[in-house]
Structure formats: C-alpha cells, structure tokens
C-alpha cells in the first residue's frame, strides 16, 4: 500500500523557518512530479510549489523567494524548506505526488498534511 507521510510542521514566529519532509513508502515503479498545496482555514486547497521528476520547479507568487522546494530521488522523499514565514502562511500543508505503481498505471496520491502555525 502507498502512502505518503509529511512531518515538519509545527509552531514557528514571524519571519521564522520550518523544513517539511514527505516521504513515499509502498510498492512503486517511480514517482513523477511531487508538490505540496496548503489550505487555510475556511479557504481553499491551493499549490504551493512543484517539483518534476528531473527537476524543475515552480512555486506560488505568494511564496516566490521564500519557499524552495526539492526532491531526493533515493530516498522517495520531496522536502519544502519555508523561510521568512508569515502569519498568512499558516495552513495545512499537504505532500501530493503522482505515481507510477506499474510502467502503466499511475494515480495521484496525498498524504494526510502537517500543521504549519505562524504566530508569535
């Protein structure tokens, strides 16, 4: 069975930084793009930022030069390193990734989110 499980989260102040981790356990065949979305309360689920298999990224305009996402390949695992952290930033943060569980079958998978409170 694969799930995806998010740790990293936490209480941080204003213009503070967490690094969130996701990693992919189960049985696959590989894993193509891997993101993180947020939702705040009483709003929607939005994109945050997104990594490709080779790759590249692209990020939310909120977060541009604050958030940098990566992957290591190796160890199934995306990270979100979140830096000069606002009140605004404060969400469920959510590892989403697609992957292949055969050469010819793949799904979108979410793990079950990490609580990212800014506050002072």
């Known amino acids: 069975q694969v799930q995806l499980v998010e740790s990293g989260g936490g209480l941080v102040q204003p213009g503070g930084s967490l690094r969130l981790s996701c990693t992919v356990s189960?049985?696959?065949?590989?894993?193509?793009?891997m993101a993180w979305y947020r939702q705040a309360p009483g709003k929607e689920r939005e994109l945050v930022a997104l990594?490709?298999?080779?790759?590249?990224?692209n990020y939310a305009d909120s977060v541009k030069g604050r958030f940098s996402i990566s992957r290591d390949n190796a160890k199934n695992t995306v990270y979100l390193q979140t830096n000069s952290l606002k009140p605004e930033d404060t969400a469920v943060y959510y590892c989403?990734?697609?992957?292949?569980?055969?050469?010819?079958?793949?799904?979108?998978?979410w793990g079950k989110g990490t609580l990212v409170t800014v506050s002072s």
């Open positions: 989403n990734a697609y992957i292949l569980i055969t050469a010819w079958h793949g799904m979108d998978y």
């Open positions: 990594i490709s298999s080779g790759g590249g990224t």
């Open positions: 189960g049985s696959i065949f590989s894993i193509n793009d």
